[in-house]
């Protein structure tokens, strides 16, 4: 339990990981307002279709069924699958400095 409190305090540290996971929030806050309004639908469904499918799962319960709901959708995934990509390539980056800093800890000794 204590590592997973480390690896959280250390991706807070990191000012890449907070700014993309600032930007990731914020860019699901606007679907979610955008598909209440476009859509129709209540705050907790645009807000689930939002996150599926900006990861990408798409289950296909939820679709817009409004031209401009359709267009707005297909922006919102090319911007938002490049969002997530660079969320995970931070994550990626900051295990791997994680782990050099260990191995080089490790070496010193």
Do not use: C
Not at 82 to 94: D, E, K, P, Q, R
């Amino acid at each position: 339990m204590l590592f997973f409190w480390r690896t959280l305090l250390s991706f807070w540290r990191d000012s890449a990981y907070r700014s993309l996971l600032f930007a990731t929030n914020f860019f699901l806050a606007i679907g979610t307002v955008a598909y209440r309004f476009i859509e129709g639908w209540s705050w907790l469904d645009s807000l689930y279709f939002s996150v599926i499918t900006l990861t990408t799962i798409g289950y296909g319960d939820f679709s817009p069924q409004t031209s401009l709901g359709k267009l707005f959708t297909m922006a919102y995934i090319i911007i938002g699958v490049a969002l997530i990509l660079g969320f995970v390539n931070t994550l990626f980056l900051h295990y791997k400095e994680e782990s050099i800093k260990k191995r080089n800890k490790k070496h010193k000794k």
